[in-house]
């Protein structure tokens, strides 16, 4: 009876520890594809909600570098940037690195210079645990990890 009881808690304890991973991969998933559509579409209030405190400045960078040209390009399109959350790896039981493809975006360039539509870019974004929730923390600005020959 012993065994069975050893195994019966050990199937318990699995089964509630995978149960848990899925809800929170789930919900990384969800946070990272919300964050990402927002930030890529420009609009940095939605992504906001999806953020750190600590990257709100970030967002706020961001923002004060779109230029008219840019408003103007992201305008004339008839579809919106779409993103393709592609994998992610857990750095820590709080930390994930989320690897992302994004499709249709104005890609900003530097500052002071319109940025320009592109069909496809990877990203990697960092997301945290924050009292339950999956959270992006931004260190800079979203760099693409591929150039792209537009």
Same mark, same amino acid.
């Not at 493809?101 to 104005?106: I, K």
């Not at 990203?123 to 537009?150: C, E, F, T």
């Given at each position: 009876?012993?065994?069975? $009881?050893? #195994?019966?808690?050990?199937?318990?304890?699995? #089964?509630? $520890? &995978?149960?848990?991973?899925? &809800? %929170?991969?789930?919900?990384?998933?969800? #946070?990272?594809?919300?964050?990402?559509?927002? +930030?890529?579409?420009?609009?940095?209030? !939605?992504?906001?909600?999806?953020?750190?405190?600590?990257?709100?400045?970030?967002?706020?960078?961001?923002?004060s570098?779109v230029?008219?040209?840019?408003? /103007?390009?992201?305008?004339?399109?008839?579809?919106?940037a !779409?993103?393709?959350?592609?994998?992610? /790896? +857990?750095? %820590? /039981?709080? !930390?994930?690195?989320?690897?992302? $493809?994004?499709?249709? +975006?104005?890609?900003?360039?530097?500052? &002071?210079?319109?940025?320009?539509?592109?069909?496809?870019?990877?990203?990697?974004?960092?997301?945290?645990?924050?009292?339950?929730?999956?959270?992006?923390?931004?260190?800079?600005?979203?760099?693409? &990890?591929?150039?792209?020959? /537009?």
């Amino acid at each position: 009876m012993k065994i069975n $009881c050893l #195994t019966l808690l050990s199937v318990l304890l699995l #089964t509630a $520890c &995978g149960g848990s991973r899925d &809800g %929170s991969e789930d919900q990384l998933q969800e #946070t990272v594809d919300s964050f990402a559509v927002s +930030y890529f579409n420009y609009d940095f209030n !939605t992504a906001r909600r999806f953020c750190t405190d600590d990257s709100e400045k970030w967002l706020q960078f961001a923002a004060s570098n779109v230029l008219q040209e840019d408003v /103007d390009i992201l305008r004339q399109q008839e579809e919106p940037a !779409t993103v393709d959350v592609d994998e992610w /790896d +857990y750095t %820590s /039981d709080s !930390t994930a690195s989320v690897h992302v $493809c994004v499709h249709n +975006y104005l890609r900003m360039d530097s500052i &002071g210079k319109a940025g320009r539509m592109t069909d496809e870019g990877r990203y990697v974004l960092n997301a945290v645990l924050h009292q339950g929730k999956w959270l992006i923390r931004m260190a800079d600005l979203p760099r693409s &990890g591929k150039r792209s020959h /537009d």
